[in-house]
């Protein structure tokens, strides 16, 4: 790999004949308030020092770029491949300390003696040639060129926006410009101001000028090939300089595609990963390591996601020469991408990811909510997206079966999650292969296998005698256990006969609006010392709307018992049948919600 690095301060770097241009395949702006605050604090604390008379150097980190000659003339086009939230935030800067100086020259008293006025023209006009436009001498004819372009959806935005154009932001990239751009110019108006005479804001404005010119400094990475030229910016950032897997593989497609795909396969392209990147970082790495894992049955690595991707997903960019049909295919696998992290990105809110039908009723949605944002169980993830490509009513069983599996292997008997998540990943995988064909029983087999060994009945058992009601942490999973028994309680006390089954599907909880009440209450007065040890254990514990739990309070059983009653839940029609609420009721109650959940969260 034939690289020429060089240490060079920004103002050697702009005041040279290097013409930047960001091609299209890297990513967009994207530095936020934060880095712009500890940009301009880097700037301020560099100013201080020059001001004492000092030097205070600061490194900027390395820029890489692939070196293009230009015919006929004396200057060379860079194009950026690493440094572009740099560079524009330098050219930024430099165009509003030109601004600066311009506002400030009207402003001086131009009669004194010593009036900065002349100074302050000239340095606003030498900043605009140096940072903003290069004069190029073409065929005895001078060309003005932009010293910095963006890549092709904030070019124009940029553009504008340093010439004084106020332009109107509309994608996330030109606000977050257009924050930079408006921050810079109020932190050069601080320095002005907090100077006294003329003279001393021109100079602070010079200062800013010479730290950019000379304290500033970067490793400049000059390649002579856009491979060369990847391969450094991906080892760069595999080291952690900032850029997420999602656009590194952005990066990646749109670099091998640039030259080999049609204008109109380049933007589908650019706006598919558009659309992709447009959730935060972090949730674009779950919902690609999801996807992978749902498509080749395999996790990927936790530094090696870029590359399975690559190799494994994405395989035609291998390709050479790039193929009209390698083209093709990539296109193609990346708007199907896109609709696997739409589908997923549903899955992950607990929303159903079919168009509304009569095919499922409410009750069998809700669960899927249950299973994602009350059990907060993720690793089925990968299954779940195959699962979406099965007909809508195998889906809705294979969500009941997870949920039920789930509380009783994982939440309750703390089985290991390992073993589950490789039956995930493989039946995912059979189910891609094709869909219509899949049988949900074979799901339902291995993971009750997975139960039989490590959540055996007597294990279950026990271990939901452990489970308490909780002060300090969520009663999420009490809530779930609480509302599965109610709905499947029906079924059970009919015989319990053949797979669990709800009865009513007409009664759908919102857990939000579910509170787990103490039968026997938190605050008893007069309290039972018989009764007070068994206060949060599953015999003493129900449900109740918000309503009723505050019409019960603190109430006694008797006072309570009407409440009970009236109630349309069967666990509580089941409580107010007892003529008193004593400890050998309360544990003969505990025995019996362990003996219907032995049934329920069983799958077959």
């Known amino acids: 790999m034939a690289i020429h690095p060089a240490l060079e301060s920004v103002g050697h770097l702009f005041g040279s004949n290097l013409i930047f241009r960001v091609p299209r395949y890297q990513r967009y702006y994207a530095w936020d308030s934060e880095q712009i605050a500890d940009f301009l604090n880097d700037l301020e604390l560099c100013c201080k020092a020059r001001g004492a008379g000092q030097r205070r150097e600061h490194f900027f980190g390395g820029l890489v770029t692939v070196r293009v000659l230009v015919d006929g003339s004396s200057r060379q086009n860079m194009e950026v491949i690493d440094g572009q939230q740099r560079l524009a935030s330098f050219s930024m800067l430099a165009a509003q300390l030109r601004n600066t100086a311009l506002k400030l020259a009207t402003e001086v008293n131009d009669t004194a003696a010593d009036s900065p006025r002349d100074f302050l023209l000239k340095f606003a006009e030498t900043l605009k040639q140096k940072f903003e436009r290069y004069q190029d001498k073409i065929k005895l004819q001078v060309v003005e060129i932009d010293r910095l372009e963006l890549s092709k959806p904030d070019k124009t935005f ?6 004084g154009r106020n332009p109107t932001p509309d994608r996330q990239s030109h606000k977050l410009l ?18 006294g005479t003329d ?16 304290d500033w400094i970067l490793i400049h990475m000059v390649t002579d090939t856009n491979a060369e030229a990847y391969r450094l910016f991906q080892v760069l950032n595999d080291r952690g300089t900032g850029l997420t897997e999602g656009e590194l593989l952005r990066a990646r497609l749109l670099g091998v595609l640039d030259g080999a795909a049609t204008a109109s396969q380049m933007q589908i392209v650019e706006e598919t990963w558009d659309k992709i990147l447009a959730a935060s970082p972090d949730v674009v790495e779950q919902q690609l390591r999801a996807i992978y894992a749902s498509m080749t049955g395999k996790r990927a690595g936790k530094t090696t996601l870029l590359d399975e991707f690559l190799t494994t997903i994405f395989s035609e960019q291998d390709t050479h020469p790039m193929t009209a049909n390698a083209v093709k295919k990539l296109v193609a696998k990346v708007e199907q991408l896109h609709e696997e992290t739409k589908r997923l990105a549903k899955l992950q809110e607990g929303e159903w990811p079919f168009p509304s039908s009569t095919k499922v009723t409410a009750w069998d949605r809700s669960r899927l909510g249950l299973l994602i944002n009350e059990l907060k169980h993720t690793n089925c993830m990968p299954l779940l997206l195959a699962a979406t490509k099965l007909p809508e009513k195998h889906f809705s069983e294979t969500v009941q079966m997870l949920e039920r599996f789930m509380f009783r292997y994982k939440i309750i008997s703390e089985a290991h999650i390992g073993s589950a998540t490789t039956v995930y990943h493989e039946q995912a995988v059979e189910i891609r292969k094709d869909a219509g064909k899949y049988k949900v029983s074979i799901l339902t087999k291995k993971l009750q296998t997975l139960l039989d060994k490590s959540a055996k009945d007597a294990l279950f058992r026990s271990r939901l005698q452990e489970v308490m009601y909780q002060r300090e942490i969520t009663n999420k999973p009490l809530k779930y256990f609480l509302i599965t028994l109610e709905n499947y309680l029906p079924w059970y006390r009919k015989g319990a006969t053949g797979v669990p089954k709800c009865l009513n599907k007409m009664q759908v909880f919102d857990p939000s609006a579910t509170t787990v009440e103490h039968v026997y209450p938190e605050n008893a007065a007069p309290a ?47 409580i107010a049948k007892n003529g008193s609420w ?9 025995k019996d919600l362990e003996d219907v959940a032995l049934k329920v969260f069983r799958l077959k």
Do not use: C
């Open 528 to 574: 039972d010392a018989s009764l007070a040890p068994l206060l949060d254990t599953l015999g003493n514990l129900t449900l109740l709307g918000s309503s009723d739990n505050d019409a019960a309070g603190n109430k006694p059983f008797a006072a309570k018992k009407a409440i009970f009653d009236k109630s349309p839940l069967v666990l509580n029609q089941e």
């Open 582 to 590: 004593t400890d050998s009721v309360v544990k003969a109650r505990q």
């Open 199 to 214: 003279v001393a804001k021109a100079e602070a404005l010079s200062r800013v000028e010479t730290v950019m010119e000379d």
């Open 158 to 163: 940029y553009k504008h926006l340093i010439e």
């Open 178 to 195: 257009k924050q930079a751009w408006d921050r810079i110019g109020e932190k050069l108006t601080e320095l002005v101001q907090a100077a």
